[in-house]
């Protein structure tokens, strides 16, 4: 798969020999280019068919540590410490990232500097050391965000966190990529020696390759990969996670505001003509970061309760962190996902409410026609700004591959927003967004007497700072008496240490 930027730009000569040891060339169809002669650089994104969901039984955590003991570690050439001293004259790096079905190598350099970064790179991902002290630094710090980071410093990000845990509990996604506490500390050399040999193999991965890079450099690319050996891990079913009413976790915490998250799974995945009717209603009820977001307008703008509100159709990580979606987050089953930033505790019940009021009235009202011609408007501009780098478009061309996209899904993107029409969009609103089955979560002190509210679903009014204008009080007054019905079975209390512990 290529996608086009003008001819090749052959250009360099690679003084390093190529240290391949024989072997098959990874096929040509395992290979996603996007050249661009006129970037100075050239980006790796090497995907692995692998992440969480292969984790196997008591090992929670295996395929995001077996990562980092690739790209955060010592190689069979070179100590930890010394590839970092080779890198930095180089002004380059390499990472990687292992979501839950994705696990992607990546690196970037400047094209002059290809001779002495490559074999830095290719030996991360061939000759890998797998030293022990390498494996307890990385164990302390996955250990150091499970019980510290993820609880205590993000409510946003814990609440997240655990609404993905609930929603597919049971399930190979039941588990966050960085795992367990139990499950990290379980795992050995031996465990992340046995599942690199399995999953690591020349027919599991793919190769993006994008910048000014030269057929030579592609071609050493596969054969130096195709070293790897042969194999292809048997596929994890795509998971099967229905809810069953409203289901509440409660997160007890001493915290200064009150962080919500609530959603429930979908079945549409990017690339079919409904999905870009639903991305349109997503966009007008909650577009990340999008201030003019209904969501937004209702809760923050009008009201002044948070720093925002957004909506997902799409798993969306680190959204504290990011202006735009990620890549290579792909998964093939996934969430309908509201996210209330944090609010005043006094407030948590009203947001709650008027949160699930406006979500209600979106799928049983749907979208009106000017809402309809203004979003999918903004979308055809917007969507321009999703890859504005060369390794960004590298990394949504592996996303179409996954989601098995002929062409490219940005450039759908664009030309549905002037063919979809407001009658499709409001089909795949009924047809995939409803209001009775959601799972929220909700990271609070006090947690018991928020237990008690819900339960008893009692008005919540609500007051302000500043005075509101009439129609707003009067709004408040339905928001308020908003039914949240929920059965005490479907209610979980539990104390914010006891979470992502096994």
């Given at each position: ?111 002059d500097n290809l001779g002495e970064y490559y074999p830095l790179f290719l030996d991360a991902i061939l000759r890998p050391a797998f030293k022990e002290e390498d494996l307890e630094r990385i164990r302390s710090e996955v250990l150091?965000?499970?019980e510290n980071t993820l609880r205590y410093s993000s409510d946003e990000e814990l609440g997240k966190a655990v609404l993905y845990n609930d929603i597919f509990a049971g399930t190979p996604y039941g588990h966050i990529p960085a ?143 990011r202006m735009r979606p990620p890549q290579n987050v792909c998964r093939r089953q996934q969430i309908f996902e509201v996210w209330i930033r944090p609010v005043p505790n006094e407030a948590r019940h009203f947001a709650l409410r ?149």
């Amino acid at each position: 798969m290529k996608i086009a930027s003008g001819l090749l730009f052959c250009c360099l000569l690679i003084a390093h020999p190529s240290r391949s040891l024989g072997g098959d060339m990874v096929p040509e169809e395992n290979i996603v280019e996007v050249p661009v002669p006129n970037d100075p650089t050239v980006s790796f994104r090497i995907w692995f068919a692998v992440g969480s969901q292969n984790d196997p039984d008591g090992k929670s955590g295996l395929a995001n540590i077996t990562t980092s003991m690739l790209t955060q570690a010592a190689t069979q050439e070179n100590t930890y410490e010394e590839i970092l001293e080779k890198l930095f004259p180089l002004a380059a790096g390499y990472g990687g990232s292992s979501t839950v079905e994705m696990t992607v190598l990546s690196g970037r350099t400047h094209r002059d500097n290809l001779g002495e970064y490559y074999p830095l790179f290719l030996d991360a991902i061939l000759r890998p050391a797998f030293k022990e002290e390498d494996l307890e630094r990385i164990r302390s710090e996955v250990l150091n965000f499970l019980e510290n980071t993820l609880r205590y410093s993000s409510d946003e990000e814990l609440g997240k966190a655990v609404l993905y845990n609930d929603i597919f509990a049971g399930t190979p996604y039941g588990h966050i990529p960085a795992g367990t506490v139990e499950g990290v500390k379980s795992i050995t050399i031996e465990d992340v020696k046995r599942f690199y040999g399995k999953h690591y193999t020349r027919e599991n991965l793919i190769i993006g390759i994008a910048g000014s890079y030269d057929g030579e450099t592609l071609g050493r690319l596969r054969g130096d990969l195709g070293t790897l050996p042969e194999g292809k891990p048997a596929r994890v079913p795509v998971p099967s996670a229905a809810l069953d009413g409203l289901t509440v976790t409660v997160v007890e915490k001493e915290a200064p505001a009150t962080a919500m998250s609530m959603g429930f799974p979908i079945e549409i995945l990017r690339g079919s003509r409904e999905w870009y009717a639903l991305a349109i209603a997503n966009s007008w009820f909650g577009e990340h970061r999008n201030q003019s977001s209904h969501l937004f307008q209702v809760i923050r703008e009008v009201r002044g309760l948070n720093y925002g509100d957004y909506s997902y159709i799409e798993h969306f990580p680190g959204g504290g962190g990011r202006m735009r979606p990620p890549q290579n987050v792909c998964r093939r089953q996934q969430i309908f996902e509201v996210w209330i930033r944090p609010v005043p505790n006094e407030a948590r019940h009203f947001a709650l409410r008027a949160a699930l009021r406006e979500y209600t009235r979106l799928v049983e009202n749907g979208m009106t026609r000017e809402d309809f011609e203004l979003t999918k408007s903004f979308l055809k501009k917007y969507v321009l700004h999703y890859a504005t780098t060369t390794m960004e478009r590298l990394g949504y061309a592996l996303d179409d591959r996954f989601y098995g996209i002929d062409g490219s899904h940005l450039e759908l993107f664009r030309e549905m927003m002037d063919d979809i029409t407001l009658e499709e969009v409001n089909a795949a609103v009924r047809k995939h967004l409803q209001v009775g089955n959601m799972h929220i979560v909700v990271v609070t002190p006090n947690a018991e007497s928020f237990r008690e509210a819900l339960l008893r679903d009692s008005p919540s009014p609500i007051s302000y700072a500043t005075p509101k204008p009439a129609s707003v009080l009067k709004e408040d007054e339905e928001i308020q008496m908003f039914p949240v019905k929920v059965r005490p079975r479907d209610i979980r209390v539990v104390g914010v240490e006891d979470i992502f512990v096994k």
